[in-house]
């Protein structure tokens, strides 16, 4: 199984980026996914999660109504649509695949998930 993420990069506040994270090796349509990040000397955060019936995302508080997590079955690749970008949202952004189909109770919990992409960077400058 891999994860690859892609589409992180350097914008200015208030702009937006969209990344990917395409998932092979898997029926990607079984599995919840979601997306983390992690800022330097900091533990990894939740950040949106989309389970395979793809109802209903999951958003922690300090994203939700400013990023947009969603899925292509079709492509096996899970999106964040990121909007108004703050300094603060500088991190390494990591996708995550659950640990087995129809597995995830809690997208928030690290522990749910099996796979993880590499990591893309994103930096926001004011």
């Known amino acids: 199984v891999q994860l690859q993420a892609s589409g992180g990069g350097l914008v200015q506040a208030g702009g937006s980026l969209r990344l990917s994270c395409a998932a092979s090796?898997?029926?990607?349509?079984?599995?919840?996914v979601a997306w983390f990040r992690q800022a330097p000397g900091k533990e990894r955060k939740f950040l949106g999660g989309?389970?395979?019936?793809?109802?209903?995302?999951d958003y922690a508080d300090s994203v939700r109504g400013r990023f947009t997590i969603s899925r292509d079955n079709a492509k096996d690749t899970v999106y964040l649509q990121m909007n108004s970008l703050k300094p603060e949202d500088t991190a390494v952004y990591y996708c995550?695949?659950?640990?087995?189909?129809?597995?995830?109770?809690?997208?928030?919990?690290?522990?749910?998930?099996?796979?993880w992409g590499q990591g893309t960077l994103v930096t926001v400058s004011s």
């Open positions: 995550a695949l659950g640990r087995d189909p129809y597995s995830i109770n809690n997208y928030h919990l690290t522990d749910q998930y099996e796979y």
């Open positions: 090796g898997l029926i990607f349509r079984r599995y919840g």
């Open positions: 989309i389970g395979w019936s793809t109802n209903s995302p």
